[in-house]
């Protein structure tokens, strides 16, 4: 939809388009290019993000997961590092 043709005369007479408002050198609100330019830069801004977002689905790698640092104990089934030598809660070896 074309709203480039949309505007307020300050004047108080009537013209039926903007180029007759401007060749009379009457003074004009054109909301409607206003309005265009902000639909336009909608849509561009929409399509450049769902660009960015297929972009980085295929460069950003999901991070490796973490080698686990704790263990149970096979006694007291509480963690504990896994250089542990001994349960510190239960003193069992491990």
Known sequence: MNFSNLFINLSGTSY?????AKTAGKATL?????LNAVVNFLIIAFAIFLLLRIVNRWLVKPAPA???TTK???QCAMPIPVIAKKCGHCTSAV
Do not use: K, Q, R
């Open 30 to 34: 054109n909301y409607g290019l206003f």
């Open 66 to 68: 973490a080698a686990p």
């Open 16 to 20: 039926p388009t903007i180029e007759a």
């Open 72 to 74: 149970d104990c096979p």
